[in-house]
T-cell receptor, first 119, second 113 residues
Framework: EAGVTQSPTHLIKTRGQQATLRCSPISGHTSVYWYQQALGLGLQFLLWYDEGEERNRGNFPPRFSGRQFPNYSSELNVNALELEDSALYLC??????????????????FGNGTRLTVT | DQQVKQNSPSLSVQEGRISILNCDYTNSMFDYFLWYKKYPAEGPTFLISISSIKDKNEDGRFTVFLNKSAKHLSLHIVPSQPGDSAVYFCAASPASGTYKYIFGTGTRLKVLA
């Protein structure tokens, strides 16, 4: 079973530019989560998509946005990049909201992340 | 507001001994808890979970204990191995509503050979 894949592995942008990060979930998973891990900090919840809809978002400004495609892959867009956006961005997938067995008991499976550097 | 706290940023343990990683939470609505292990340059790997209807869950060398009254969970690794050296994150999720998994800040475990 292929795991969660993220691309690119590394991304270098300058302040003010836009960044697009991509994620392919595990086959059969319909929920995709995005997390930010800044240096020395824990995982901060960014966005949750399920069945193509944004279900929840964390405490981040609107310039962080994304979408989920019909094949359940997802992209995260960060507009007007700032230096403090430099971080590891992790995508995770899980069984979806309507899955049998209870969505709340479905662990997240993470990709290896995209390291975004803003200069 | 840090709803999930890992107050020990680091822990060193001798190989073969027990490693105990702790996690506290503040939100009584949390009812599903997970532990993840993270190596550098990799994403977190799911280790073990526990729901609030249990107070213990075991998987090989890993055991998670949940004390709901104290809002505390711990991960025991016995025996500890050098390959267990990593950052460990606990995470919590409510039974319904947002399904937003909240992560702690992590504890760096170093197992000394």
């Amino acid at each position: 079973e292929a795991g969660v894949t993220q691309s690119p592995t590394h991304l270098i942008k300058t302040r003010g530019q836009q960044a697009t990060l991509r994620c392919s979930p595990i086959s059969g998973h319909t929920s995709v989560y995005w997390y930010q891990q800044a240096l020395g900090l824990g995982l901060q919840f960014l966005l949750w998509y399920d069945e193509g809809e944004e279900r929840n978002r964390g405490n981040f400004p609107p310039r962080f946005s994304g979408r989920q495609f019909p094949n359940y892959s997802s992209e995260l867009n960060v507009n007007a990049l700032e230096l403090e956006d430099s971080a590891l961005y992790l995508c995770a997938s899980s069984l979806g909201y309507g899955s049998p067995g209870g969505f709340g008991n479905s662990p997240l499976h993470f990709g290896n992340g995209t390291r975004l550097t803003v200069t | 507001d840090q709803q999930v706290k890992q107050n020990s940023p680091s822990l060193s343990v001798q190989e073969g001994r027990i490693s105990i990683l702790n996690c506290d939470y503040t939100n009584s609505m949390f009812d599903y808890f997970l532990w993840y292990k993270k190596y550098p340059a990799e994403g977190p790997t799911f280790l073990i979970s526990i729901s609030s209807i249990k107070d213990k869950n075991e998987d090989g060398r890993f055991t998670v204990f949940l004390n709901k009254s104290a809002k505390h969970l711990s991960l025991h690794i016995v025996p500890s191995q050098p390959g267990d050296s990593a950052v460990y994150f606990c995470a919590a999720s409510p039974a319904s509503g947002t399904y937003k998994y909240i992560f702690g800040t992590g504890t760096r475990l170093k197992v000394l050979a």
